[in-house]
C-alpha cells in the first residue's frame, strides 16, 4: 500500500519502466521517485541509458513499458500542446549549454521568455534577465556575446536560461562535463543555491563523483538497465557489490 503523502511529495514518479532499441534492452525495469525539493542524481557509466531516461521523462522518447508521472501526468499519454505546457515547468541543461552565439547575454535570456510569457513590460523583462543573471553570480556579463565568456560562464548563462521561466523542476545532464576542477565545484555550489533560491527539484546525471557526493540527498546507480541501489552518497559507495565498488575506484583514480 503506498504512503499518500509520499506521493504527495512527488514530482517525477517511475515506475518499472522499459526501453530497448531493437535487441539493444537500456532501461529493464526503473524505478525512480523525485520528492518536491531533492536533488537526485542519477549516476552511470557512459551508455547506461542516462540519457534515454531523460529523454522519456521529457516526452522525447516513449517507453516500451511502465509508468512515468511528471508532475502528476503520465507523459507517454500527452499530446504535443500538454507536452509543450509540461516542458515549460522542466528547465534542460544539456551538455552544451548550446547559447545563441550571435545574441548577447541579455538577449539569450530574453528569447525565452519572451517566447513564452505573454504581455510583459520591458520594465519586467529587464527585472527577470537581471535578477536570474545576478542569481549565476554573472550580471556583469550582460552585454558580452558567449565567445567572450569561459566555458563554465556558459554553463551558468546556460541554466540562468532556464531558470528564467521559473521551472519546478530541473534537469542537468552532464552538468561538470569538460569543466575544470574549480569550475566543477563552482557549477556544484550553483546547483545547490538553485535548489534553495528557487525551490527547484532537481536530477542531475553524471558520472562525476564529486558532482555526485556535493548536489545529491540522494544518488540512484544505474547499472545494466537498473537502478542498483539508491541511498545518499555514503549509504550507496558503502558497500562490498563489486560493480558499485568498481566504479568509486575507477572514478577516484583516473
Ligand atoms: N534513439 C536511439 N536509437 C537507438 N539506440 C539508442 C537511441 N538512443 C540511445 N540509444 C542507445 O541506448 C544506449 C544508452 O544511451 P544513452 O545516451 O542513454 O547513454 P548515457 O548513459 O546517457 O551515456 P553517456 O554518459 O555517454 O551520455 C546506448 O547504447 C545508445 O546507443
Do not use: W
Amino acid at each position: 500500500m503506498e504512503d499518500s503523502t509520499t506521493l504527495d511529495k512527488a514530482v517525477i514518479e517511475i515506475k518499472d519502466l522499459y526501453k530497448s532499441f531493437g535487441d539493444l534492452h537500456v532501461l529493464c525495469g526503473v524505478d525512480l521517485q523525485l520528492n518536491k525539493g531533492e536533488n537526485v542524481v542519477v549516476l552511470g557509466r557512459s551508455g547506461t541509458g542516462k540519457s534515454v531516461l531523460i529523454k522519456i521523462i521529457a516526452g522525447l522518447l516513449k517507453q516500451d513499458r511502465g509508468s512515468c508521472i511528471v508532475l502528476g501526468e503520465e507523459v507517454s499519454t500527452l499530446n504535443e500542446k500538454e507536452l509543450r505546457n509540461l516542458r515549460l515547468k522542466i528547465g534542460f541543461s544539456f551538455q552544451n549549454s548550446a547559447l545563441y552565439d550571435s545574441m548577447t547575454v541579455r538577449e539569450n535570456l530574453e528569447f525565452p521568455l519572451v517566447r513564452n510569457v505573454a504581455n510583459l513590460t520591458r520594465a519586467d523583462i529587464n527585472e527577470q534577465v537581471e535578477s536570474v543573471l545576478d542569481a549565476v553570480g554573472l550580471l556583469q556579463t550582460i552585454n558580452q556575446v558567449p565567445s567572450e565568456l569561459s566555458g563554465g560562464q556558459r554553463k551558468r548563462i546556460g541554466i540562468a536560461r532556464t531558470l528564467i521561466l521559473k521551472p519546478e523542476i530541473m534537469l542537468y545532464d552532464e552538468p561538470t562535463a569538460g569543466l575544470d576542477p574549480i569550475t566543477c565545484l563552482e557549477i556544484n555550489e550553483l546547483i545547490n543555491e538553485v535548489k534553495e533560491k528557487y525551490h527547484t527539484s532537481s536530477i542531475i546525471i553524471t558520472h562525476d563523483l564529486t558532482c555526485a557526493r556535493a548536489t545529491g540527498d540522494r544518488i540512484a546507480m544505474l547499472l545494466d538497465g537498473k537502478f542498483l541501489k539508491q541511498g545518499t552518497f555514503e549509504e550507496v559507495f558503502d558497500t562490498d557489490e563489486e560493480r558499485i565498488k568498481s566504479f568509486y575506484d575507477y572514478n577516484f583514480i583516473q
